[in-house]
Nanobody, 126 residues
Framework: QVQLVESGGGSVQAGGSLRLSCSVSGNTFSRSALAWIRQVLGKERELVAS???????RYAESVKGRFTISRDNAKNTLYLQMNSLKPEDTAMYYC????????????????????WGQGTQVTVSS
């Protein structure tokens, strides 16, 4: 059974940084595309960043230049380095994965993702 476990969320002031991690078990990590998706209560989910199993990354315009997605296939871990955080980045952040070898569509198609973590809260104060 595939499990995704996020960590690294917290509360920071605007301009600060956080690094989220997502530990993945139960599948062939290196053959899976992965994504970070965020959601504010009452609003639609937003695809923040994705990385293919080939390592190609893509970002939402709202985070481009501030966030960096990366993966460590030896550790089965996905990361999201978030710099220059803004209050509008406040959300629950989820890592998610589609089936192996499937790519991730932009904009978000939530039904493509078979596996989701439980989420980690990021709060940015002004």
């Amino acid at each position: 059974q595939v499990q995704l476990v996020e960590s690294g969320g917290g509360s920071v002031q605007a301009g600060g940084s956080l690094r989220l991690s997502c530990s993945v078990s139960g599948n062939t990590f290196s053959r899976s595309a992965l994504a970070w998706i965020r959601q504010v209560l009452g609003k639609e989910r937003e695809l923040v960043a994705s990385i293919g199993y080939t390592g190609i990354a893509r970002y939402a315009e709202s985070v481009k230049g501030r966030f960096t997605i990366s993966r460590d296939n030896a550790k089965n871990t996905l990361y999201l380095q978030m710099n220059s955080l803004k209050p509008e980045d406040t959300a629950m952040y989820y890592c998610a994965a589609p089936p192996q070898f499937k790519s991730i569509s932009w904009p978000l198609r939530a039904y493509e993702f078979d596996y989701w973590g439980q989420g980690t809260q990021v709060t940015v104060s002004s």
